[in-house]
């Protein structure tokens, strides 16, 4: 039973601390010293690293990523700038909900201060990425290609081979070759040596010939990121000098280019409305056709509107028209066409027999199969029977092809005047309209009005037809439907970062189609006269990233170097047991192999060439590269 050595336990334990000490001496763990006091960081050293950490790629990349996701509620929240009638909507009906959404400043996406931080982050993060790799890019631009290493055949695709051609003649056609195919080149001379130093191949006097190519990898990377600033600054110029209005023009109406006459106007903090292009238009005549039959009944195929447009104070009067896709462009402005509708036309007479109201009233289209249409009509200029100033509105749904079930009750079956039929409501008393409150001339308000009723006590209703006419209960006047005028609907535009927003985005899929496919790769060519006489070629390639082309191409550039540079003949296949001659011209084929097969093809015995792979050492260049 084995026992403790109890006699030598301080000797033993002398030997246990020796050996932790030397434990520690050995380990790669960071020790511990409670007794060094690090500096703190202090102000500049968090300004550093916190600059260091905001031009780093990874947070560029989350920025724009953070900048994308930001965008997704301006898409899907009604927008202040957008549509304020579509946000007042959403209020109403939704009450907390807005509250919160107003708050987060959601209403207002890309202006509130959340998305405006991250997008001067991203900008700010964007130029310390580039102008620290630009610097790097013009110092490569300007320097050499690195000189060969020592050991070509340690590459990733190498060969070598023996010629007659002196190692001069040589590095020159590599070079005129080389160049031919874009690479830029640099040649260096090499003087020999016993210890191999100047190549696997040989130990006379030679050269290499240092070439590289795919620099516009770099470049296009650098194209990719200075678009996306590019385009950032176009975005705001976009939302600072912008300016964007909405008109509703009826066919024989027209239109001026001044603040008062649009039914809408948005445009950017810094824009003056002093600078709106002076021209004006008048839509002549609209046209538009839909789809009869198939499964896309219904559908719009054209829509097109005859305008005749001026340009300027006293500028000649030109024709045009104007088609989705294709704007109106008049000085800085464009002129879109967005929108489609009717206007019926009607007459009303009050209570004397004078005519109080006549003209198209635009009904706005409510579903775009039938277009079946809304609106109102509103006679402030209004007497009764009894001589009495009132008012009267008229609730009213347009349908171009009547049509009415119990599901849906009066709707439209197509778009096109096929049975138009104008179905109304008719209120008097006060209309709001002198409160000085604005007021949605697309809607009612009956608060202070009551609706009209017929002789049996019912709620008053017509449906009129183009050409009838109708008497207003208890001799209050008369309504006629006379006919149907078509409008439509035009966006005025100035968008100053348009330009350059597209040309950005353009040099962007570019740029990242340049870094996406563009290989940059290194080639060298050793030449160097061998203790026989005769010239050792050595040739390989590396690529700065992963390429299954590379081996094919430096085989392509050795074949085609092989016209100056001939394989030279076997001196061992004269001694052939067969005494047969070789075949002439037969030489090794250059292509990637392993450093055995590349010093085995030259054909010569060890005294004659080293073998490649003893002591192969690559130079730290070498492995760098």
Known sequence: MPTADVGNAPENTRTGADEQEAGGRISTAPREDPGTDVP?????????????QLTSM??????LFLLSLAAVPGSLIPQNGADAFAVRDFKERNGTLAEVYDRLQLFDVYSSVWFSAIYILLFVSLIGCIVPRSWQFVGQLRSRPPRAPRRLTRMPAHTTWRTDAEPERVLRAARTLLRGRRFRTSLTEEPGGPDGSGGAGGSGPGGSVAA???????????????SLIV???AFAAGQLWNSEGGKLVVEGDGFSNTLVHYDDFTSGALYDTDDLDVFGFTLEEFHASFERTGPQRGTARTFRADVSYW?????????????VNHPLKVGDSKVFLVGHGYAPVVTVTDGQGKTAYRGPVPFLPQESL??????????????????????????GIFTPTYGIDAERGPH?????????????????????????????????????MEQFKAEDGDLFRADLRPGESVELPDGAGTLTFDRVEQWASFQVSQEPGEGWALAGATAAVLGLAGSLFVRRRRVW????????????????????SESARLPEELGDLAFALQDDAPPAADPGEGDRPDGQDPAPGKGPAPGKGTGEDAGGSTGGTAEDVPAATEDAGPSSRGENE
């Open 40 to 52: 703190a960081l202090g102000p500049v050293g968090w300004a550093r690293w916190f600059w260091r």
């Open 58 to 63: 990874r947070v560029a990349l989350i920025l």
């Open 212 to 226: 590289e190519k795919g620099y516009l990898r770099e470049a296009g990377n650098l194209v990719f990121h200075v």
């Open 231 to 233: 385009m950032l600054l």
């Open 311 to 323: 340009e300027g104070t006293d500028g000649a009067e030109k024709k045009t028209s104007i088609e």
């Open 370 to 395: 039938g277009l079946t249409s809304t609106g109102v009509i509103k006679v402030t200029d209004y007497r009764n029977k009894d001589g009495e100033k009132e008012q009267l509105g008229f609730q």
């Open 412 to 448: 439209s079956t197509f778009p096109e005047l096929d049975y138009p039929v104008l179905s109304l409501n008719a209120f008097h008393g006060d209309l709001g309209v002198n409160s000085g409150l604005p007021q949605n001339v697309y809607q009612l308000d009956t608060d202070k």
């Open 525 to 544: 060519v050793r030449a160097r006269r061998g203790a026989d006489g005769v010239t050792v070629v050595e040739m390989a390639g590396l690529g700065r």
